[in-house]
């Protein structure tokens, strides 16, 4: 069993802290985009923009729906990161449950 499910475990680690470093590149270059540094209509600023885009948006999307109105702040990345984070725990206490 520990033969399946330890390399499991990493592999899934892995992914979720890879999207959490996408999540954050997404928040990073929207405040970039929002203060004027970088130019969209730069093709491979548009083509960085819209990656991180498609990457994050279907996640965020649903945070978004179900927060209300708070002027220009967007903490949805924010609650994402914190429910990846959280499921991240969940993951390293069922292979800790299932190692002893």
């Known amino acids: 069993m520990n033969v ?4 499991l475990f990493h592999v899934l680690n892995a992914i979720i ?5 996408v ?6 270059f929207s405040w970039l985009i929002a203060f004027s540094v970088v130019n969209t209509r730069n093709r491979f600023v548009y083509t960085v923009m819209d990656t991180l885009y498609r990457l994050t948006e279907p996640a965020l999307r649903p945070i978004r729906r179900a927060l209300p ?6 903490i949805s990345p924010i ?3 914190f429910i990846l984070w959280f499921v991240q725990e969940v ?7 299932l190692m002893f």
């Open 17 to 21: 802290e890879l999207y959490k470093m």
């Open 23 to 28: 999540v954050i590149a997404s928040a990073v």
């Open 91 to 97: 993951l390293a206490g069922l292979v800790q449950s």
């Open 79 to 81: 609650i994402l990161f």
């Open 69 to 74: 109105n708070l002027g220009g702040i967007d």
């Open 4 to 7: 399946v499910v330890l390399p």
